[in-house]
């Protein structure tokens, strides 16, 4: 392609970089990466890595900032190919433009990822699946199972939910054994409580309320304690909106044809997963559903390397996936070669055919 570049998100400072230029470079091309202004080191190190290893200089390169570096990107008519993952704001900014522009782009953006728990599931293994899916990397992922799809008698199991979620260790990044951090800056920690607390002004019910958590040794800090809600129906706001925080909403239907319908009529497909002891609800379940990485009795269902990332609707703009043969694709221009070697002695007539249609001696 030639000049390839991406723009990476806070919460995968490293992981994220790396579903983006090694394939790029690896397929002939050079690299432009802006990483989010938040977490600029994470990429500095890398880069101090391969220069150690002599990745020959302007292969990769690295630029910080924040929109006008991203919209610079974006607008270079030297860059043919962008990768973005993070917001659907800036994720339709920057496809909107490659269109105009004339570049490729792969735009990974937001989720709202949905669990259905069938009532013939293993509870104890569903219900530690669930919780760790929800409130690993307090909920700053953009896989983070984020509602639970109680399918009948199930609905019983959220003060079980809230119990698990009370147990973890909330605390800094940098202590060994903490299960929750602070999220990541002020504002997001503000947006993470307005939408807590239109919870149960919208008829929801807090069933576990982390939004006023104070850590005894750093305060308030940025902190926000795993919280369940109970009760959402797809009006309210905490079930349109991403939260990106330590947040479970907890949703309730009779059977597993209304829990695939009530996830199809979200506008987002990242992922979603189920779990069952049923064959047959899970066949039906992974065929219907409309989100592009479904999990069984798995609740984060990011696929392996030698896949793609597959997600859809509002979560995905493009047309070829991160990594796997999709991202090959992305970082390679295609050629199509058609040749001809004629014999000494051969004779051509002349024809107005196509001549891959038709051979004439």
Known sequence: MGVCAGVAPFNFPAMIPLWMFPLAITCGNTFVLKPSERVPGAMEHMCKLLKEINLPKGVLNVVQGGF?????????????????????????????VCGETGKRAQVNMGAKNHCVIMPDSDKEDAL????????????????AL?????????????????????????????????????????????????????????????????SKYVHPKFGTGN???????????????????????????CCHVNTLQEAIDFINTNDWGNGTSIFTKSGSAARKFQYEVEAGQVGINVPIPVPLPMFSFTGNKKSFYGDLNFYGKNGVKFFTQWKTVTSRWKEENEFTQLSTSFPTYKWVK
Not at 149 to 173: T, Y
Not at 175 to 193: N, S
Request: overall charge negative; proline content about 4%; glycine content about 10%.
């Open 68 to 96: 006008d570096t991203t919209s610079h990107i974006v607008h270079h008519k030297d860059i043919k190919a962008v990768s973005f993952v993070g917001g659907n704001r800036a994720g339709e900014y920057i496809y909107k």
């Open 146 to 210: 984020t509602t639970a799809v109680f399918v009948g008698d199930s609905k019983e199991w959220v003060h079980d939910i809230a119990k698990k979620a009370q147990s973890f260790k909330i605390g800094s990044g940098a202590e060994q054994g903490i299960d929750l951090a602070p999220v990541c800056y002020p504002e997001l920690k503000e947006r993470i409580l307005s939408l807590i607390g239109t919870a149960e002004k919208e008829g929801a019910r807090v069933v576990l309320d982390g």
């Open 223 to 249: 902190f926000v304690a795993p919280t369940i809600i109970d009760n959402v129906t797809p009006d309210m706001t905490v079930y349109k909106e991403e939260i990106f925080g330590p947040v479970l909403i």
């Open 128 to 143: 530690n699946a669930i919780v760790n899916a929800a409130f690993g990397a307090s909920g700053q992922r953009c896989m």
